[in-house]
């Protein structure tokens, strides 16, 4: 299932720039949240934007963390010719979202959480993509572009 | 990394001082409970100055501690929340409702001082 399907064509590559932080624990949401942020502050975005975008990645690890267990997320910059963006990449091999539409609004949950994850991650960041297969896994996708 | 709580009077000062893992978050409603208990606290400042990411989970724990603290009769304040995490917080739709914030220290003691005094009274 797909969820407003914008192109993303460099989704399976990889950047050398890219970095990689598996998530399997509470610690490691920290650990990605800290590399986004400075990824975000050596690409020049301010501490405003790099507050959205470690917190973004902090919500979108804990949903790993809580849902599939075991994931990476993935973090690099991108570019549109010569805008500058940076590309959060949350995957997991868990249980996969069996209804998107319905865990992108908001209160919805069902580990007992807030729920908010997902709409939230959605208004902090300018792109939002999201596929999910039962049983194979979660991919979201957003990005952040340099104003 | 370990919530440090400090007893000043009737009032117990937290002071967040890096990035917090949930099972921090965790451990800390436990102390921060327990010490109220033991100091029979009538106000808590948590000063999250330093925090540089409030998201669900913690924004949830917070004011699930205030809850508690408020039902053993003490009030709860929370202190130095950063413009940007505030503005973050507010676009992923956290708000700290029920949950007294101040500016910072200083006014988070003024106004734990204040809510006593008009109890005493």
Redesign the interface.
């Known amino acids: 299932m797909r969820l407003e399907n914008a192109a993303i064509a460099a989704v399976g590559d990889v950047s050398v720039d890219e970095i990689r932080v598996s998530i399997t624990s509470?610690?490691d949401?920290?650990a990605a949240?800290?590399q986004g942020?400075a990824l975000a502050v050596k690409l020049d975005f301010s501490?405003?934007d790099?507050?959205?975008i470690?917190?973004a990645i902090?919500?979108l690890a804990?949903n790993i963390v809580s849902y599939a267990r075991h994931g990476e997320i993935r973090i690099r910059p991108a570019q549109n010719g010569e805008r500058p963006c940076i590309v959060i990449i949350a995957w997991d091999d868990g249980p996969g979202i069996q209804d998107i539409g319905q865990a992108m609004r908001?209160g919805f949950s069902t580990s007992g959480?807030?729920g908010?994850?997902l709409?939230?991650?959605r208004?902090?960041m300018d792109d939002f993509e999201i596929v999910s297969e039962q049983g194979k896994g979660t991919t979201v996708t957003v990005r952040k572009w340099k104003p | 990394m370990e919530v440090p709580i400090l007893k000043q009077g009737s009032f117990l000062i937290a002071t967040v001082q890096a990035?917090l893992?949930?099972?921090d978050l965790l451990q800390f409603r436990t102390a921060i409970i327990h010490q109220v208990v033991r100091s029979r606290s009538r106000g808590v400042i948590l000063d999250v100055t330093d925090l540089?990411?409030?998201?669900?989970?913690a924004s949830?724990t917070i004011r699930e501690i205030a809850q508690m603290i408020r039902l053993r009769g003490a009030e709860t304040v929370i202190v130095g929340i950063?413009?940007?995490?505030a503005?973050?917080?507010v676009?992923?739709?956290?708000t700290m409702e029920g949950v007294a914030t101040a500016l910072d220290l200083e006014e988070g003691l003024a106004y734990l001082n204040q809510k006593i005094k008009t109890v005493a009274s």
Do not use: C, K, Y
């Open positions: 509470d610690q949401i920290i949240r800290h942020r501490p405003g790099a507050t959205l470690a917190t902090s919500e804990r908001d959480s807030l908010l994850g709409p939230g991650v208004r902090l | 990035a893992t949930d099972a540089d990411v409030m998201d669900s989970f949830r950063q413009p940007e995490v503005f973050a917080m676009q992923l739709g956290l």
